[in-house]
């Protein structure tokens, strides 16, 4: 993988909501270096927190078809997802976060993201259960754990309906 500058100064400045000059500074290093898939991946969160998501996507793809590293894989198909997604290119957004589940089948925060392109695209039955998985999988808490098997019985049984008896 291609060298990349230190990024201390990228997070430094997007901490402290200096998104515009994390791009310039990003935009310079790609005119050096326009093929590190790190800093055209860089690029495209900066420009996510920047609000412009459409610029954003081209970023990513790009990131994607240069190569990344499978340590970035997880965050930029997450990136991309939720960038679709709110462009309301919905279809691909369920596609591109699909492909990043099949390859980390139990990222929780894929999952989350993948809900909330269930939900935008007319199916809040899935999407909840995208959310119940994830809660399933990844809440520890000793409170929650009675419940875990009645909440994994609604997951597979959501979309029923049960009798219920008229209070009195």
Do not use: C
């Not at 954003?56 to 991309?80: C, M, P, T, W």
């Not at 875990?148 to 008896?165: F, G, N, V």
């Amino acid at each position: 993988m291609p060298e990349v500058p230190d990024l201390t100064m990228i997070r430094h400045l997007k901490s402290k909501g200096r998104y515009q000059e994390a791009r310039d500074q990003l935009a310079a290093w790609l005119e050096a270096d326009g093929d590190n898939p790190r800093l055209v991946l860089e690029m495209a969160f900066t420009l996510d927190n920047l609000g412009d998501e459409g610029t954003a996507i081209g970023y990513y793809e790009r990131a994607f078809a240069l190569g990344l590293d499978v340590s970035l894989r997880a965050d930029a198909y997450i990136g991309l997802g939720s960038s679709l997604k709110v462009v309301g290119r919905t279809w691909q957004s369920r596609k591109v976060l699909e492909d990043g589940l099949e390859e980390f089948p139990h990222h929780p925060g894929m999952r989350i993201f993948y809900a909330f392109t269930l939900f935008q695209d007319g199916n809040p039955a899935d999407a909840f259960r995208q959310v119940l998985d994830v809660a399933i999988r990844e809440v520890t808490h000793t409170e929650f754990t009675p419940y875990r098997k009645s909440i994994q019985y609604y997951r597979d049984h959501l979309t029923e309906s049960w009798p219920m008896t008229p209070r009195q």
